[in-house]
């Protein structure tokens, strides 16, 4: 019995020192997660390229793909915004001196370079990159030459130039409409004549986008609208009484009261993107990065026997192509970061324009990055994807680029005030001429 007492006791120690040596390795293991955790550097990035906003198909796995590389040592917590009240709350903070580490650069999500000059730069809480670019030089010098020189504002790199453009055409459903002719080598009369009684995705909601993009290629049509358009880019444009723009307004009037969608008015681009994938418009302008929407996979988006596969894509009429390269790149960061939140961002943006991203961003929403030799992997996924490799066999030696009007209006009237006014040019409230002049006024208004 004693024996059975002592082997008893024995065994219960063994047990003990066994459970105190698991809990050990377990307190250990969760010591070191935590010590490793706690060498992790942070970064906050508030975007709106999240959510439902269709650029967040390529940026929150793009986010995802650097937080997995640099696993351990740096992490981006993405905070979604809402592309509407992005510049506004990004112009909060700069007034409290608190802004993130990351902010997008003028020209996208609403904020306007009026703004960032009379603000972020005259009070210089934009973080000078060029160091950042001489520490890069494989990343540098692809840069957009163009873009490189706007960024550079009294000798400091002020943004993070592009190496990607995007040149925006218009997408067509050959089920429908199948012009004799490619529409980038039609005039414009040719282009409205070869409608016949087909629709165009217009819309009048959020910031007008299709409606402007085909307004733009209008204007660049006219006589010297291609000059007006590439030069007030930078100073913007403030008086729409040129005869290129109200001409241009003139023949987008038409189209709105000829050629639009019965949900035109008030639609927003979800609106527009619905009326071409179910069969009530032919056509849609926008940007490459919608060619998903017409790849397998996507078909619960479409509706009334639309299929993808019948979805073609060029330029506009008069072999015209909206891309500018004369402008701000994708980011900038702040001075009021931490070093270690600088430390981050500029990491993420070697990383963004890394060849591996900047091609898997080119196939996930088009491209070009004319300082880049691309590697043999991603010519022949290109060639897989048809809707691509048609935009990029679209543009020719005599292909014209021009900048879009939301690249030449204050931020506050091509945002907000163009879409708002549209309505009255479709039910002849207002003339080309008056639409134009009201255009102004609000320009005026925003100089104020």
Request: hydrophobic share 40%; proline share 4%; with cysteine.
């Amino acid at each position: 019995m004693k024996f059975k007492k002592v082997t008893a006791l024995a065994l219960a120690s063994v047990m003990a020192l066994g459970f105190t040596a698991c809990g050990s390795t377990t307190d250990s293991k969760k010591e070191e997660g935590k010590k490793e955790e706690a060498s992790v550097i942070e970064m906050k990035f508030p975007t709106f390229l999240a959510g439902e906003n269709v650029g967040a198909n390529f940026f929150i796995p793009q986010v995802e793909r650097f937080n997995e590389k640099y696993q351990g040592k740096y992490k981006i917590v993405i905070e979604e915004v809402p592309q509407a009240g992005y510049a506004d709350k990004m112009k909060q903070l700069a007034q409290q001196k608190k802004l993130p580490a990351l902010v997008h650069a003028p020209g996208s999500g609403g904020l306007d370079a009026q703004w960032f000059k009379q603000v972020v730069l005259e009070n210089d809480m934009a973080y000078d990159l060029t160091e950042f670019a001489e520490e890069h030089p494989e990343i540098s010098e692809k840069w957009i030459p163009e873009s490189k020189k706007f960024c550079t504002v009294d000798g400091k790199l002020v943004c993070k130039p592009m190496s990607v453009l995007k040149p925006m055409g218009l997408y067509y459903n050959t089920s429908m409409y199948a012009p004799e002719k490619n529409i980038r080598d039609m005039s414009v009369d040719e282009f409205v004549e070869s409608l016949g009684d087909n629709k165009i995705a217009f819309m009048t909601g959020e910031n007008a986008w299709t409606t402007g993009l085909l307004l733009t290629s209008l204007i660049a049509n006219e006589d010297g609208g291609l000059e007006l358009l590439n030069n007030n880019v930078e100073d913007k444009l403030w008086n729409y009484s040129d005869p290129a723009f109200v001409k241009g307004v003139t023949k987008l009037q038409s189209l709105l009261q000829n050629k639009a969608t019965s949900n035109t008015v008030g639609a927003a681009y979800a609106d527009a993107a619905n009326a071409f994938m179910s069969k009530q418009a032919a056509i849609i302008c926008n940007g490459p990065w919608m060619v998903g929407e017409f790849a397998e996979g996507s078909e619960d988006k479409w509706s009334n026997d639309f299929n993808g596969a019948d979805v073609n894509i060029t330029i506009y009429p008069g072999n015209i192509a909206i891309s500018n390269p004369s402008a701000y790149g994708e980011f900038w960061i702040s001075n009021t970061a931490s070093d270690e939140e600088k430390e981050v961002a500029k990491a993420f943006l070697a990383f963004r324009d890394s060849q591996e991203e900047v091609e898997a961003l080119m196939l996930a929403e088009g491209g070009v990055a004319p300082k880049y030799t691309y590697s043999d992997n991603f010519l022949s996924e290109l060639e897989k994807s048809p809707l691509l490799y048609e935009l990029s066999q679209s543009t020719n030696e005599e292909t014209k680029y021009c900048a879009g009007i939301g690249d030449i209006l204050p931020a506050s009237v091509g945002d907000v005030e163009f879409g708002k006014l549209l309505p009255k040019l479709i039910d002849n409230t207002l003339t080309p001429e008056e639409f134009c002049a009201e255009l102004t006024k609000k320009a005026e208004e925003a100089k104020q």
